[in-house]
Nanobody, 122 residues
Framework: QVQLVESGGGSVQAGGSLRLSCAPSGRTFSNNVMGWFRQAPGKEREFVAS????????YYADSVKGRFTISRENAKNTVYLQMNSQKPEDTAVYYC???????????????WGQGTQVTVSS
């Protein structure tokens, strides 16, 4: 059974930093585009960032561009989301996802994690 397991969530004050990790189990995703999404209370799930299989290409939502960095270590089958200069509006459940298609910009994601809570206080 394929699982994506997120970790690293928690509480931080505005301006602080957190790093999320996503470690798939059941198969390797080293050739797959991986992404991070988030869902705040009462809002729809939204895209945050994506990274190509090689890690050479990344894509970000405008709301996090310049503050968040997505990366991956294929040797460890792990994807990261470094979140800096965090704002209260970053508060959400963050989800890791993997997709079969090659585009980091468009396309549906096939596998999802259970999510990890990030809370940013002012």
């Amino acid at each position: 059974q394929v699982q994506l397991v997120e970790s690293g969530g928690g509480s931080v004050q505005a301006g602080g930093s957190l790093r999320l990790s996503c470690a798939p189990s059941g198969r390797t995703f080293s050739n797959n585009v991986m992404g991070w999404f988030r869902q705040a209370p009462g809002k729809e799930r939204e895209f945050v960032a994506s990274v190509s299989g090689s890690g050479d290409s990344t894509y970000y939502a405008d709301s996090v561009k310049g503050r968040f960095t997505i990366s991956r270590e294929n040797a460890k089958n792990t994807v990261y989301l470094q979140m800096n200069s965090q704002k209260p509006e970053d508060t959400a459940v963050y989800y890791c996802a993997a997709k079969s298609g090659a585009s980091i910009v468009i396309g549906l994601y096939d596998y999802w994690g259970q999510g990890t809570q990030v809370t940013v206080s002012s």
